[in-house]
């Protein structure tokens, strides 16, 4: 198999999915900011946390598990199946009973009702682990992204149909259930694997021995990425959380499809290639130039429009949120890069490993967050910003042992592009402050500054990123 051959249209059809499903999704979130009350998406953020655990256990890290297994058999596809079904059918009836709980420690009893129709989504979810897995193992990514984009088309309406129709709150839940059933479906029809009436608890035993710990990995994560939520729900309002949360979905539009796009790619690709350790370095370290490449200056420039952008396309209502994004913008420079050195762990079938790592990583971060908070909310987010930039440290430090890939390495590697990214932004901000035009056009104006002289000084400095995209892009256009 041509790896990079692979790899190169893996990432392209996962971007095209991605960034497809991502840009629904940022229509649909411009209407509904129009249409509902920070509050709703409040509401919504508060719950999402208990679903998101939820689902850790539904899974169980067998996803990951049939994905790192070089061959697994019929009956471990259909083994996890019925795991997922009914581990799925658990979580919903527990959090059908604890919704009432869940309101109160919310102060908000409607929250009870909304919890308790959101929690379908889990049943729903329970019926696409599997075929997912196989299509992410057989780098079928093009099927993949085409159920991505068609179901979050259909989401989508359906949340912009009831928010018109005055339904608030209920509008984004509807959105969740229809958007998975809809890519439920579609992953069957695309897929020709079906579960027959086999389980073997061995073959779980076998697949938990990896996926157990990845389980507890993701779920120290999920818990970590939520106890932002958590603790702002709690302390301050919902709508104080409906700000951060728009802020948050604003600057993951970018990050996350990247990050996704990587990690879908990445893992089952570096999977392959665990057993040839110069052939995975040298993968990593064009991933790491090339997601970066595009990461660092995205992210920077954002910083820069923070505040034009947050108004036009969210209106003026939305102006708290300006702060909120910047500082996560900070974050997220180097969220694809944490990304990429993980997948190198877990690639490598080193569950123990990864699972500590993520652990320790994730306490320090709980630490900085509680240690934050006393200053506010601002105080958490640098909090979290803080803890992206501990976690690259660690990654390096554990990556430089298991493929000698350490941080002075990645330092000369990508050090340059953030540099340039970040002296680019200062300009372009300074720059802006001494046009007397009306802020939109301002922003337009700083946002082609910075990317042509960012090409050119690309171009100038000969950056492997740039070349990377270059020829892709020739080898494309020749075909």
């Known amino acids: 198999m041509d790896y990079k051959e692979k790899t190169i249209s893996g990432m392209i059809w996962t971007g095209i999915?991605?960034?497809?499903?991502?840009?629904?999704?940022?229509?649909?979130?411009?209407?509904?900011?129009?249409?509902?009350?920070?509050?709703?998406?409040?509401?919504?953020?508060?719950?999402?946390?208990?679903?998101?655990?939820?689902?850790?256990?539904?899974?169980?890290?067998?996803?990951?598990?049939?994905?790192?297994?070089?061959?697994?058999?019929?009956?471990?596809?259909?083994?996890?199946?019925?795991?997922?079904?009914?581990?799925?059918?658990?979580?919903?009836?527990?959090?059908?009973?604890?919704?009432p709980a869940i309101a109160n420690y919310y102060?908000?009893?409607?929250?009870?009702?909304?919890?308790?129709?959101?929690?379908?989504?889990l049943i729903i979810q329970a019926f696409s682990m599997v075929q997912s897995s196989q299509l992410q193992k057989q780098l079928r990514f093009k099927e993949l992204s085409v159920r991505n984009i068609v179901a979050t088309a259909i989401g989508t309406v359906v949340?912009?149909?009831?928010?018109?129709?005055?339904?608030?709150?209920?509008?984004?839940?509807?959105?969740?259930?229809v958007t998975a059933l809809a890519g439920v479906l579609l992953l069957w029809k695309m897929s020709t694997w079906r579960p027959t009436w086999e389980f073997s608890l061995q073959s779980l035993k076998d697949l938990f021995a990896f996926g157990g710990l990845m389980a507890l990995s993701s779920l120290v994560e999920t818990v970590y990425t939520n106890l932002q939520s958590l603790i702002i729900g709690r302390l301050y309002s919902a709508t104080d959380l409906g700000y951060y949360n728009q802020a948050k979905k604003l600057e993951a539009m970018p990050t996350d499809s990247l990050s996704q796009v990587v990690n879908q790619v990445s893992f089952p690709v570096f999977a392959a290639l665990q057993d040839d350790k110069e052939r995975l370095l040298n993968g990593v370290r064009k991933n790491i130039k090339a997601i970066t490449y595009l990461n660092f200056p995205l992210m920077a420039l954002m910083i820069v429009v923070a505040?034009?952008?947050?108004?036009?396309?969210?209106?003026?209502?939305?102006?708290?949120?300006?702060?909120?994004?910047?500082?996560?913008?900070?974050?997220?420079?180097?969220?694809?890069?944490?990304?990429?050195?993980?997948?190198?762990?877990?690639?490598?079938?080193?569950?123990?490993?990864?699972?500590?790592?993520?652990?320790?990583?994730?306490?320090?971060?709980?630490?900085?967050?509680?240690?934050?908070?006393?200053?506010?909310?601002?105080?958490l987010l640098w909090g979290v910003t803080s803890v992206g930039y501990i976690c690259v440290i660690i990654n390096a430090i554990v990556n430089k042992k298991l493929i000698n890939y350490g941080i002075w390495a990645q330092i000369k590697d990508v050090g340059f592009c953030y540099l340039l990214s970040a002296l680019l932004a200062a300009a372009v901000y300074f720059l802006g402050s001494l046009i007397p035009l009306h802020e939109y056009l301002v922003m337009v104006i700083q946002m082609a500054i910075y990317c042509l002289l960012y090409w050119l000084l690309s171009i100038a400095f000969k950056m492997e990123g740039y070349q990377t995209y270059r020829e892709i892009l020739l080898s494309k256009m020749k075909r």
């Open 307 to 379: 505040h034009p952008l947050i108004t036009l396309l969210y209106g003026k209502n939305w102006e708290p949120s300006v702060p909120f994004f910047q500082i996560l913008c900070i974050s997220s420079m180097v969220y694809t890069l944490n990304t990429l050195n993980t997948n190198v762990i877990k690639s490598l079938g080193k569950s123990k490993i990864y699972f500590f790592v993520q652990l320790s990583k994730r306490l320090i971060g709980i630490g900085l967050i509680f240690f934050g908070v006393q200053f506010g909310i601002m105080g």
């Open 159 to 177: 949340a912009i149909v009831m928010a018109v129709l005055g339904y608030g709150v209920w509008s984004l839940v509807a959105s969740q259930i």
């Open 107 to 121: 102060k908000m009893p409607e929250l009870s009702a909304v919890l308790r129709v959101q929690s379908i989504v």
């Open 17 to 99: 999915g991605k960034f497809g499903t991502t840009g629904l999704a940022f229509v649909s979130n411009l209407v509904l900011a129009r249409l509902l009350l920070p509050s709703d998406f409040g509401c919504v953020a508060m719950l999402q946390v208990f679903i998101a655990i939820s689902s850790i256990f539904v899974t169980a890290g067998f996803g990951a598990a049939l994905i790192q297994k070089k061959e697994p058999s019929h009956i471990d596809y259909t083994s996890v199946f019925y795991w997922n079904l009914a581990a799925s059918l658990f979580f919903f009836w527990l959090l059908f009973f604890c919704s």
